[in-house]
């Protein structure tokens, strides 16, 4: 008969396997009982803590910031699109110039006549506008959308990485609970 309050329990760790040690006294004497198996169910479910904790508040973090990054960039690209489609339609369509209305403050607007189609003002950023023939126009467009999606480009293959990352760690969830399940039946 185990007296529960003369009992002790001693584990060493050794990698993968653990040598625990029961102590226990009794009206006889002292006696030891060696146990020899695997990590106990308590390690796994840590390690199967901690890596949903390092998915969750690392990888999907990562993951959420870099998606942003990729839309900012995707939104800059069709703006640039959109600056050489409409480059394109006034070379076409509107050679002699066009009737718009512009704003001229606090939401009041008033018509105006675009005649002069050889120069315009182009935003390269920071707010600073350059004048630009079309053709310069049209080629600064292409070169920006070029450049952008190149960078989108490396923040879509780090979005992989990081998707790949988040997949791996769910196989190893998957893993340790198996190993788990495994142990519980021996």
Known sequence: MLDASMFFYITISNKNKQTSAKMYENSTGVAYERIQRGPQPDTHQARITQIEEFINEVLKRDLRELENWIGQYNQEIMEYVQLKNTLQ??????????????????NVFMQARVSQMDKILVNVGKDVFLEMSMAEAERFSDVRIKILTKEADVLRDESIKKRTQ??????????????MQEEARQ
């Open 89 to 106: 339609t006034f070379d076409a369509h509107l050679p002699e110039g066009y009737k718009t209305q512009v704003n001229i403050g606090s």
């Open 166 to 179: 988040i997949k791996m760690s769910l196989l190893a969830i998957g893993e340790r609970e198996k190993l």
